[in-house]
Every structure is written in C-alpha cells, then in structure tokens.
C-alpha cells in the first residue's frame, strides 16, 4: 500500500480496536487505512498510545471582535453595557486591523486542534462590510490548516435599521453559507427572525441565531424558530446559540422543548464561558448562572454544541482559544462527570457541530479527510476531565502543528 504517513499506536476516541491501539494510514489528504498493523515505506509518526481524534470544530466564535480589550474594557462593579462598549468603537475597526486581531485568535484556535470554523461576523453600519472583507481574505490566507466559514448578521438591529438589513444581505451576495441574526438587540424580534429565514431561503444558506438570553423563561423567540424552520423544511441547517433562558425552565417544560427541538432539527450551541460571564448581573446573590444542560437536551434527541464565542473583549475578557477547556467548564457548571457524559462532551467539539455544518468527510475512518489531532491522553472523557493538551495536529494530511510536552527536571 502506498502511503505517505503512518500516525502509528494510535488510541481511537470511538473505541475501534477496544483496548488496543491501532496504525492509521495516510496518502494524499485522506485516510487510506485503519489496521493494528500497517507496514508502508513512508514517514511513521508514533502516537505512543495517546488517543487521536479528527479536528475540532467550533461553530460560534466571532473573531471580527476579538482581542479589543485595549480598546474598550469590561464593565465595573458588574455593569451590563458590554453591547454598548463594544459598539462605540466597532467604527475603528479596518481591514488590515480586524484580520491581524482575527489572526492572532485563529492561529490559536489551530494550535489548540481546531480544524474546522464558522465565524459570526457583525456587519452593522457602525463597521459595514469591513469584517467580511478582512474574515474572507484570513480564510483563503489559513486553508492549508483550517475551514473558516462566515456567518454574516446585525448585532444591533436589523428589522430597524435597513442600512444592516442592506448589509446582511450583501454579505451573503459575497458567498457567505450562513446568515444570522441576534433578535433579542431588535425591537421586533419577529420581525427579524422572519427575515433571515426569508435571506436563507433566497440565498440557500444555514441559519444560525443568537438567541434567548436571559435570566427568565419571558418572550423565548425559538417557539417561532422552531416553526420557521419545520415550515421550510430546513431541519439539519439551523441552529442557535446561548439558550441560556432553557437553564431556567423547570423539568417538564424542558422535557416538551427539547422535544420539539428534536422534531424539527434546530441545533443548541451552549456557550459557557460568555453566558457565565454575563448572565444574572442583575442579583445581587443567587446568581444564576444561564448555562442549559446540552446533555439533557441529547438525551432527548437534540443536536448540541459546544462553543467559545468571545475571546479577550468585554463579553468575555479571557480565553486561550482552547475548545477543551470550555468543554471542561462547561461539564463543571452542569455537573456531568461519568465517562459517557464526558464522552458526550468530546463529542460536542466534534461529530455533533460537524454534522451541524455539514461535514460529510469527517472521522477517524478510511477514506475520509485526514483532519486529525493528538491528544495527552488515552480517552475522549480524559481529555475532557484533564483538559489535555493537543500534541499534534494535521489538515488535508499535512502536519500543522507540533507542540512539546513538559518535562520534569529532577535533582
């Protein structure tokens, strides 16, 4: 067998082989053959055990607004106007500095095993089609290491503001596959859900929402989401992001929504890091913490998601742009500890979003792409449970990154 690689002992995250480890074979940009034993005249790289998984996927980042705490802080004292400080200086923004800002952050995204992308880019009138341009252009700049794809909407209005409606559609005239929306910032939440399923319809793209903050179960728009999307028969393509308000919802209402999400195939991106940031700053004790329980909801048939969101502005000041360790966060704020509710936690960085952004190819499997990543441990739950550290990563079969793992000098 011709083969241009051998990532030799490895450990599968879906148990092919049990107990032991396996060789897998790489020509070209694919798998060409999972066996215990593959002999081939190529480079062999020796995983020594640890499990190998394909590339993360992270579906809800907005890289256009990341890194500007230079710019403009965090609130004080629990202050609420993280919106309004981020807008105020969204008109600095450029190209060149958007994508040397969007490059820091995705550079470090690859590096923590992401391989595949979908950015949430803002164009608002405040910032115009300045994010698209800089966004599109870092996605043909980093396809040799990852799938960047853009999620074009208003963050600021749109049913009111036609100049955002003007733009949003314009985004998706330059090839955006995915139009959002963030309809709880409109004054007529209706109103702009109706509209993007009407852009996604003419335009033939996904939906993916911002949708129901809070710290109450009041004016849940995805009711009207979930109707939109059985209505066109987009089952499979829409998705929406937060839900923090179902962490609210007492069991039995939890229980008929998840249902009715699963029905018609509206996809949940929790994100953790962000929604515990922001969530409950209106108490002063009894905090709620806004972060509905992704397991719960696939125990009853709904596609989940975990994702970053924010990173190192006023709606999140943190993050490394590590997927592994929002997972890790978001197992302790739900309380899912057992392999397999680990396990499923693995899985909501990698076959749930990419089956959410359509990913035929993906999987450790013969003939599929070689997106694969390395990990310091020998199990999907213990890469969950120790936040374990990518030890290589690579795309299309190509190697893209290599990272040292630590060593203890002794006396």
């Known amino acids: 067998m011709a083969l241009d690689l051998i990532l030799g002992n490895a450990r599968l995250a879906n148990g092919a082989g049990g107990s032991s480890t396996v060789d897998i074979g790489i020509a070209g940009a694919k798998i060409a053959a999972i066996d215990p034993n593959l002999e081939a005249d190529c480079e ?3 995983a020594e055990g640890r499990l190998v ?4 996927v992270e579906t809800h980042i907005h890289l256009d607004k990341s890194r500007i705490l230079d710019r403009c802080s965090p609130s004080p004292d629990r202050g609420r106007d993280h919106m309004a400080r981020v807008g105020a200086i969204k008109h600095t923004f450029t190209v060149e500095d958007v994508y040397e800002r969007a490059r820091q952050t995705l550079e470090e995204c690859i590096l923590n095993g992401t391989t595949h992308m979908r950015t949430h880019v803002e164009v608002d009138p405040n910032v115009g089609m300045k994010s698209v341009e800089a966004l599109q252009q870092l996605a043909k700049d980093y396809a ?3 799938d960047l794809e853009l999620c074009v909407f208003a963050q600021e209005g749109m049913s ?3 100049e955002a409606d003007k733009n949003v559609e314009e985004g998706l005239k330059r090839g955006a596959p995915v139009v959002g929306g963030a309809p709880g910032y409109d004054p007529d939440h209706a109103a702009q859900i109706t509209r993007v399923f009407d852009l996604a319809r003419e335009y033939d793209t996904d939906v993916d929402l911002h949708l129901d903050v809070g710290s109450t179960t009041d004016d849940m728009d995805i009711h009207l989401v979930c109707d939109l999307t059985e209505k066109y028969g987009m089952g499979g393509r829409v998705a929406i992001g ?3 308000k179902y962490s609210c919802l007492p069991p039995d209402e939890f229980k008929t929504l998840a249902k009715r999400l699963a029905d ?7 994100l953790p890091a962000t929604d ?11 905090v709620i913490r806004g972060v509905p329980d992704a397991n719960a909801l696939i125990a009853h048939g709904v596609n989940c998601c975990l994702s970053t969101n924010n990173v190192l502005n006023p709606f999140t000041p943190f993050g490394d742009c590590s997927l592994m360790r929002i997972a890790n966060l978001y197992a302790n704020i739900v309380q899912r500890g057992s392999a397999d509710e680990l396990d499923e936690c693995f899985e909501m960085m990698t076959h749930r979003p990419a089956d959410l952004i359509g990913r035929d190819d993906y999987g450790v499997e013969a003939g599929k792409t070689a997106d694969l990543v390395v990990w310091d441990a020998t199990s999907a739950n213990e890469a969950v449970s120790r936040i374990a550290s990518p030890l290589f990563g690579f795309k299309n079969g190509r190697r893209t990154f290599s990272r040292t793992r630590p060593e203890l000098h002794r006396p």
């Open 160 to 162: 009111n503001v036609p």
């Open 144 to 146: 040799w290491a990852i």
């Open 53 to 56: 998984s394909s590339g993360l």
């Open 242 to 244: 937060h839900g923090s």
């Open 276 to 286: 515990l940031f922001v969530m409950g700053r209106e108490r002063d004790h009894n």
């Open 264 to 270: 018609t195939g509206v996809t949940v991106t929790v």
């Open 44 to 46: 062999r790289l020796d």
